[in-house]
């Protein structure tokens, strides 16, 4: 029989793997570690402040994913972020999203419809009162990802959650994050959403597939355009 004290054991590596990649991940979007920048798994120890044995064991994950890979004679790249990865990324965002907010039309409570909606009208008051800044622009960040977030993982499918995230992450790296929320974007950003919002309070997914591929396009339009 397995002891009391193997399962804590063995999930404790693994509760540094989690670590592990959150810290390069965290470092990828501070630009600490940059696209395109070759590195060590010694540098990535130096890095991320965890050791050789968890990084070996985080830079599988890493090439699964598409954030490393191995070229040869030459070591592990960062991933490169060009047009094919703007393209991709966008592409699998349409389809994963346009179902995602059909059935989030179909299914979202009331009360959490209204809390979007809330969230969001409160950054568009605040932009048009004449705020500007890193403040409003972080929030503005925030409510645009969880909005997003809440899309998917109403569909409690840990595959899909999983993968939304990493592209949501290639997206932040795209051309060095120019296709991050600025003061010059935040109301048509909100607005979009705001119309995403509006389909769905009147549950018609039709509607709110649609909304929310016009406004993926319309991001993809803005990162091809830097």
Known sequence: MMSQSEPEREGEPLKLRERAYASFTERLLAREIKPGQFVTQRELVAMTGFPLGAIRELIPRLEAEGLIKTVPQRGMQVAHVDLNLIRNAFQFRLFLEKEATAAYARNA??????????????????????????????????????????????????????????????????????????????????????????????????????????????????????
Do not use: C
């Open 109 to 226: 409570s009331d009360a959490e419809i209204a809390e979007q909606r809330e969230r969001h009208e409160a950054i568009v008051r605040r932009a048009e009162a004449g705020e500007e800044g890193q403040a409003l622009i972080e929030e503005a960040e925030d409510v645009d990802r969880l909005m997003h977030e809440a899309i998917i993982d109403h569909l409690d499918n840990d595959i899909v959650s999983q993968a939304f995230r990493v592209t949501w992450l290639k997206i932040r790296l795209i051309r060095q994050y120019e296709t991050r929320i600025h003061n010059s974007i935040i109301v048509p950003v909100m607005q979009d959403h705001l119309k995403i919002i509006a389909a769905i309070e009147t549950r018609d997914p039709e509607a709110a597939a649609a909304a929310m591929s016009e406004h993926i396009n319309n991001a993809r339009t803005r990162a091809m355009s830097y």
